[in-house]
């Protein structure tokens, strides 16, 4: 079959894939209709966390999509255990964290248009209409994105020479080791502000408040960002792979606090301790600060892969 169709079909699959995401998460949430809730209540909290489940699906697969296919169909099929895999992923996911920060929190505050781009008291949480938070709606949008990243990284490469089973075995792995990584590392983040900030993230982001979810999913999408660093490349053998991905993650994790800790030291002077933001209730600060670990993570990510590559050479 030509390649041009073999994509087409690929691209298909892919798609079928995003709508059966699209079609479950509507039947999980039973108490409003999606399309509704998006296109004619306008609201924003919950087009945030669609919009993030639907970038994670779609960067989940992206890897396994090929410019030309094989003709004995395998690549479809890659694609469609990578949709159907990267689908379902995220749907846990989304389980899991409606239990450990909340699903939705009584409405305190139905923002209008004028506050919306205006000031907000959001130690009383920014809601929409519909209860709906946005400052948890946006750190779920983050964790999706970077559960896609994962993925993204896993699906990347190749394996040559090793046998299929192999290749199967190390991409699960190394799923859920990256998985593992983003979940204990977001609890770690919340140990280092009750250290040193003398506040606890976790507890802030249960309550459904805008500083504190900005930051958290700042965390969230910087450690992504290195996890798909991390994972991605060619597998060939068990040793190099965990070398590689351990080396990586270490250095980027260095690195991206560095460089973190530098730009704020010698750009903002200071002006950016969080413990003091928080206080003083700067939703729109915080986020700047935050955005500083996802762009500090993705300048890291391509130094410390090359650290594990030299590494890996020397010991081989």
């Known amino acids: 079959m030509n390649p041009a169709w073999l994509s087409l079909i ?14 479950v998460l509507d039947r999980m949430t039973t108490t409003f209709n999606d399309l509704d809730e998006i296109f004619s209540r306008e609201g924003l909290s919950y087009a945030i966390l669609r919009a993030g489940f639907l970038i994670g699906q779609v960067w989940g697969m992206y890897s396994v999509l090929r410019y030309n296919p094989t003709p ?24 899991v964290l409606s239990a450990l920060i909340g699903r939705d929190i009584p409405n305190k505050v139905v923002p209008t248009r004028h506050s919306m781009g205006g000031n907000f008291n959001s130690k009383s949480e920014l809601t929409d209409p519909r209860g709906h938070n946005t400052g948890l709606s946006l750190l779920k949008a983050c964790f999706f994105v970077s559960v896609g990243l994962i993925y993204n990284g896993a699906f990347a490469g190749d394996a040559v020479g090793v046998r299929l089973g192999t290749a199967l075995g190390a991409t699960a792995t190394f799923v859920a080791v990256g998985l593992a990584v983003l979940l204990v590392w977001y609890m770690v983040h919340n140990r280092i502000t009750r250290f040193i900030g003398g506040y606890r993230i976790s507890a802030l982001v249960r309550k459904g408040e805008l500083p504190a979810c900005i930051e958290a999913a700042g965390v969230a999408l910087g450690l992504g960002i290195i996890l798909q660093a991390a994972i991605a490349g060619d597998f060939t053998s068990w ?40 206080n003083s209730d700067k939703p729109v600060a915080v986020g700047f600060t935050a955005l500083m670990l ?23």
């Open 10 to 23: 690929e691209l298909l699959v892919a798609v079928a894939a995003v709508v059966l995401g699209w079609l």
């Open 72 to 95: 004995d169909g395998i690549d479809i099929l890659w694609v469609a255990v990578a949709g159907v895999t990267v689908t379902a992923t995220l749907l846990l996911v989304y389980v």
């Open 239 to 278: 040793y190099s792979a965990f070398i590689g991905f351990f080396v990586t993650l270490v250095v980027a994790l260095v690195l991206t606090y560095a460089l973190k800790l530098g730009f704020s030291a010698l750009v903002l002077r200071g002006r950016d301790r969080l413990e003091v933001l928080h």
């Open 294 to 316: 996802p762009l500090a993570a993705l300048l890291s990510s391509q130094t410390a892969t090359s650290v594990a590559a030299a590494l890996l050479l020397l010991t081989s």
